[in-house]
């Protein structure tokens, strides 16, 4: 039998369509073009757990109230060189590129800049926060509290958010470096995509309610995901969380609403979590930086090949070529995502997501 493959959106299709949904559920003008590279460049660079598939979901939010579409982001510190501020219930994908913005703004003056941000939500794929440091030609990093997935190490209970975090390292002419990860064996949005579609998870991913190793997709969204490498990714987890929730007086992940986290939820919680936001400068600091990163770039990536392996690749690299490969062709839509956005479509009143033949 002949599988037909999947439909492709182009990404102009892809940003009309996120732009009138986020517009139908109040997004501001001012922020939605935040809002919609946030999910378009999730699914270019082939991050599909945080692009579109989540729409219907956040979107709900905002019209019922659930997460603010239109958050009046204020300053509650100013430190100068750094700040905290407020995300007034707003989209976290929204709320820490404005946050990144504003380090941006203070390292071009102080050499650095830290933002740290309380009363948000979900931010999304974290790739898309350090670009806007990198865009600047600035080293970004960021960080996120979260909802709770993921036990503490030699735990059964979901405590922990899975500790995600990007750094973002400008190049003069080639792209970036970007290193966009979490401390968790995998995403629980892969997990869930798995279960939705009736698959196993490798074991190790997860355990399920009674605390046993499950791979069981479903079962695994009944329980909770493990750190990677063991205390390793335990660790990092904890550093992540003092940094994003603790440093900015937010909620816990242990202390967020989980029904989101739940198989078969259609509406974001509000989770009133925290990030952090860190740009530097690379002007204050050695003026040779560029040519001592292209020179480390040659070394990794010159070096002898293991057995079987045809190149090594620069952390995003596979990402960034994914990208410019679906600028070009399309993104790839499977036929239940786009069932679930034509649905949503109808239910908002906008029009359905453009597909073109792959």
Same mark, same amino acid.
């Given at each position: 039998?002949?599988?037909?493959?999947? %439909?492709?959106?182009?990404?102009?299709?892809?940003?009309?369509?996120?732009?009138?949904?986020?517009?139908?559920?109040?997004? %501001? =003008?001012?922020?939605?073009?935040?809002?919609?590279?946030?999910?378009? =460049?999730?699914?270019?660079?082939?991050?599909?757990?945080?692009?579109?598939?989540?729409? %219907?979901?956040?979107?709900?939010?905002?019209?019922?109230?659930?997460?603010?579409?239109?958050?009046?982001?204020?300053?509650?510190?100013?430190g100068s060189a750094s700040a905290l501020i407020d995300g007034d219930n707003g989209l976290g994908m929204v709320v820490g590129q404005v946050a990144m913005d504003m380090a941006v703004q203070r390292a071009r003056e102080y050499g650095v800049g830290a933002v740290s941000v309380r009363n948000s939500?979900?931010?999304?794929?974290?790739?898309?926060?350090?670009?806007?440091?990198?865009?600047?030609?600035?080293?970004g990093f960021f960080t996120s509290g979260g909802a709770p997935i993921m036990a503490a190490w030699g735990g059964a209970d979901a405590v922990l958010g899975n500790g995600p975090f990007a750094w973002g390292i400008p190049r003069a002419t080639a792209f970036p470096i970007v290193v966009d990860m979490a401390a968790s064996t995998a995403a629980r949005g892969k997990i869930r995509v798995l279960a939705a579609e009736g698959k196993s998870i490798p074991q190790g991913w997860a355990v399920d309610a009674t605390g046993n190793p499950t791979t069981d997709a479903r079962a695994a969204m009944e329980g909770v995901i493990l750190p990677m490498a063991g205390h390793k990714g335990y660790g990092i987890a904890v550093a992540m969380e003092v940094l994003s929730s603790v440093l900015s007086g937010s909620q816990l992940a242990a202390e967020a609403p989980r029904d989101f986290l739940k198989e078969g939820s259609t509406v974001l919680d509000s989770w009133k979590i925290g990030h952090f936001a860190l740009a530097l400068n690379l002007e204050v600091f050695d003026h040779s930086f560029q040519e001592t990163l292209e020179r480390l770039v040659v070394?990794?990536?010159?070096?002898?090949?293991?057995?079987?392996?045809?190149?090594?690749?620069?952390?995003?690299?596979?990402?960034?070529?994914?990208?410019?490969?679906?600028?070009?062709?399309?993104?790839?839509?499977?036929?239940?995502?786009?069932s679930a956005l034509d649905a949503f479509a109808a239910e908002v009143g906008i029009d359905p997501l453009r597909t073109q033949p792959a």
């Open positions: 039998m002949t599988v037909q493959p999947s %439909p492709v959106v182009s990404a102009d299709a892809a940003r009309s369509f996120v732009a009138a949904a986020g517009a139908s559920g109040g997004v %501001p =003008e001012s922020q939605l073009d935040l809002f919609v590279a946030s999910f378009v =460049e999730a699914d270019l660079r082939g991050v599909e757990t945080h692009g579109m598939i989540r729409i %219907p979901a956040y979107v709900r939010a905002f019209l019922r109230g659930i997460v603010n579409a239109a958050p009046a982001i204020s300053v509650v510190n100013d939500n979900h931010s999304g794929m974290l790739a898309v926060h350090v670009q806007r440091a990198v865009d600047q030609g600035m080293l070394i990794l990536t010159r070096s002898r090949l293991a057995k079987g392996v045809d190149r090594v690749l620069l952390p995003g690299q596979p990402e960034w070529e994914r990208r410019q490969d679906r600028l070009q062709h399309g993104i790839p839509i499977s036929p239940r995502v786009l």
